[in-house]
Each structure stands twice: as structure tokens, then as C-alpha cells.
T-cell receptor, first 114, second 113 residues
Framework: DSGVTQTPKHLITATGQRVTLRCSPRSGDLSVYWYQQSLDQGLQFLIQ???????AKGNILERFSAQQFPDLHSELNLSSLELGDSALYFC?????????????FGPGTRLTVT | GQQLNQSPQSMFIQEGEDVSMNCTSSSIFNTWLWYKQDPGEGPVLLIALYKAGELTSNGRLTAQFGITRKDSFLNISASIPSDVGIYFC?????????????FGTGTRLTIIP
């Protein structure tokens, strides 16, 4: 158990809909990272938040957005969903934004868009 | 998005055999990491490497940070059934605001009875 929690575990929704994925980092960790894992693209970095502020952006679509709240949990919002958005979404956390600390992953949310 | 080249893509071995896999990149990384992922679970960190040429062990696992900083290797000795899974390498730059991980394509390890 990495100490990172994600909800829900599974999510099935229809095209065009909007969903919110939630992540609680390990106790004391300030940095949260979101990754997408699909069969044909592997694990891809989406976005990083550090202590409530956006730190870095990766291959995140404009239809996707994220935020980190004062209690340090984070939410990833996916809107206008398409079939191709079906994937595993992982959250990872680390103690700080520094590269000296490693990232520990949550169990993921499996999103299926039908 | 960018991915690291990882080989082999899959391995079928017998219990007790040693395993070797590697990861190469066209870019330099300052940190190399190796993760293992079981079906339906998140990646679990196995080994982290911080210096070119570094050789680090974690039980039966040994990993090396290539001298060129563009590659890394993972060896598993005397494989056991719980080693089955997908192994990912990941590289990371060290610049402020660049802590994101770039992942390899994965090596799927299967143990033949």
C-alpha cells in the first residue's frame, strides 16, 4: 500500500459526459502528479500540482483540468468525454516538488467511456 | 508523448532463471527509476538511481544507471512466481518544475510452469 488513495476504482460513463477523479496523496506529501495509461500510449504525464499550485503540464487535453485543494487532495476533471479517453488514470505523490523525492502511485481509476 | 524504448517487450522464463531488461533514451536523464505494475494496480517503485554509473541493489533486483545517462538496466536473479508483472523504466530531468516521469514501454514478465 503506497498510501496514495484514488476514488472511484472504476467509472463507466457515456460519450459527452463529465467525470471527476479524486486523489488523496500520502500524508505529508505536497506534490501530486496525474498520469494516463492507455493500451497504445503507455503511461503519460498529464499535470503536476505542488501545494495547491500548478507546477508542470504534460500531454493534457484542453477538455481536462485539475486542481489541488488546501487539504492537498487533488481532482482531475474530464469533460466532453470521447471513446479514446478510456484509460487508467493514476495519481502519484511526493513530499515536495523537488526531484530528490520519488513518486508513489495510487491504485488508479479505470475509466470506460461507452 | 515521449516514451523511452524498453526491451524486451515480453519475456517468458522458467522459475529460477535470471532476467535482464534495459531502457534507452535519446535524451539525457538525471534520475532513472524502475517500477513494477501488477494487473489492475498502480506502479510500485523498485529501485531509484541518481548518478551515472551507479549500481544499486534491492534484494534480488539490481539496476544500473548508464554512463551516458541515456540508458538503464534491470536484472532480476533467481526469478520467483511473484516476479510476474510488467516492469517499467522511467526517466526524469532535474530542472525545477520538471519532475515529471517519462516512462518506458514496459517489459511483461511471464514465468512458465
Amino acid at each position: 500500500d503506497s498510501g496514495v488513495t484514488q476514488t472511484p476504482k472504476h467509472l463507466i460513463t457515456a460519450t459527452g459526459q463529465r467525470v471527476t477523479l479524486r486523489c488523496s496523496p500520502r500524508s505529508g506529501d505536497l506534490s501530486v502528479y496525474w498520469y494516463q495509461q492507455s493500451l497504445d500510449q503507455g503511461l503519460q504525464f498529464l499535470i503536476q500540482y505542488y501545494n495547491g499550485e500548478e507546477r508542470a503540464k504534460g500531454n493534457i487535453l484542453e477538455r481536462f483540468s485539475a486542481q489541488q485543494f488546501p487539504d492537498l487532495h487533488s481532482e482531475l476533471n474530464l469533460s466532453s468525454l470521447e471513446l479514446g479517453d478510456s484509460a487508467l488514470y493514476f495519481c502519484a505523490s511526493s513530499p515536495s516538488g523537488s526531484a530528490l523525492y520519488e513518486q508513489y502511485f495510487g491504485p488508479g481509476t479505470r475509466l470506460t467511456v461507452t | 508523448g515521449q516514451q523511452l524504448n524498453q526491451s524486451p517487450q515480453s519475456m517468458f522464463i522458467q522459475e529460477g532463471e535470471d532476467v535482464s531488461m534495459n531502457c534507452t533514451s535519446s535524451s539525457i536523464f538525471n534520475t532513472w527509476l524502475w517500477y513494477k505494475q501488477d494487473p489492475g494496480e498502480g506502479p510500485v517503485l523498485l529501485i531509484a538511481l541518481y548518478k551515472a554509473g551507479e549500481l544499486t541493489s534491492n534484494g534480488r533486483l539490481t539496476a544500473q544507471f548508464g554512463i551516458t545517462r541515456k540508458d538503464s538496466f534491470l536484472n532480476i536473479s533467481a526469478s520467483i512466481p511473484s516476479d510476474v508483472g510488467i516492469y517499467f523504466c522511467a526517466g526524469r530531468g532535474s530542472n525545477f518544475g520538471n519532475e515529471k516521469l517519462t516512462f518506458g514501454t514496459g517489459t511483461r514478465l511471464t514465468i512458465i510452469p
